[in-house]
């Protein structure tokens, strides 16, 4: 199990090598990059540089990009109203510009060496049919052959309240699309407000290639610390343990539980020590 940190924790800033560091000290093993023009402007040549360099200059692996979730420009509020990035939306317009902004992001991989993308297939609200079966096949075709000269390998993402991306519809995108080549990653926030997460683990099984972990009280994607909320760890802890060992855990805590430097690097690594005496305490169930 290889120990990431998402940069999501600091997306009320722009992203710098300091932040980088930060995650470092925290005991990250790699990081994700959150894909936000205010925070990560992948349309930006310098920023874009800069992350490049830092990853160059440090042996720490940019595990993934996650893909935006809106195209937002220069000068809008931190509450971005600009659309929201939907490959599967009904009407075909928007989700050609959906498209075109994800591989904005995915050009970003010729310079900041990440190997995976975090992908969202619609949003809130969106329902399952034929109609979207296609749509969803479509967009992650046209999106692996744009990702895969790139050395990145698209990662689709379980959504609470969103009928297009619960695991048992995700693995169908997989089957009928024979995309072999195509992982999941499993959010155990979202699975804990929608049917669970031990039945989403089951589901999705070994194509989990990555792991969003944070907590929540079962009734808003808050994005807890671990042992915040109500997931049980040790029951969650044994069931991710099962799984392949060739995935990311990756803690991706909300903005707004940032703290100075010295109590971040501390509660992450406390966070870390925390999820691993709940899988010691699941190994003494078994």
Not at 103 to 125: D, M, S, Y
Not at 222 to 235: M, N, R, V
Request: hydrophobic residues 40%.
């Amino acid at each position: 199990m290889l120990k990431a940190i998402s940069t999501h924790i600091f997306l009320k800033h722009r992203l710098h090598g300091g932040h980088l560091d930060t995650l470092t000290r925290a005991g990250a093993e790699a990081i994700e990059i959150f894909a936000n023009r205010r925070h990560f402007d992948y349309t930006s040549r310098a920023q874009v540089k800069e992350i490049g360099e830092w990853f160059r200059g440090n042996a720490m692996p940019a595990w993934a990009l996650h893909a935006p979730l809106r195209a937002e420009g220069e000068g809008e509020s931190e509450r971005s109203t600009g659309p929201a990035i939907n490959v599967v939306h009904v009407e075909k317009s928007r989700r050609i510009d959906s498209m075109d902004e994800v591989k904005r992001a995915l050009e970003a991989a010729e310079q900041v060496p990440f190997t995976h993308l975090i992908l969202h297939l619609g949003e809130r609200g969106d329902t399952w049919s034929p109609r979207t079966l296609e749509h969803g096949m479509t967009a992650v075709e046209h999106l692996r052959a744009f990702a895969r000269p790139l050395g990145v390998q698209i990662l689709l993402e379980n959504l609470e309240k969103n009928e297009v991306a619960e695991p048992q519809n995700l693995m169908e995108i997989l089957s009928v699309g024979h995309f072999d080549d195509i992982g999941l990653c499993l959010d155990v926030g979202h699975a804990h407000l929608d049917d669970g997460i031990l039945p989403a683990i089951d589901t999705m099984g070994p194509r989990i290639r990555s792991v969003h972990v944070h907590d929540n009280a079962g009734e808003k994607d808050a994005h807890l610390w671990p042992g915040d909320g109500t997931i049980a760890w040790p029951e969650t802890m044994r069931a991710l343990e099962a799984l392949a060992k060739s995935r990311a855990t990756v803690l991706e805590i909300h903005p707004t539980l940032e703290s100075p430097e010295g109590p971040l690097v501390d509660r992450f690594r406390r966070t870390w020590e925390f999820l691993d005496t709940a899988g010691l305490a699941s190994q003494d169930t078994r």
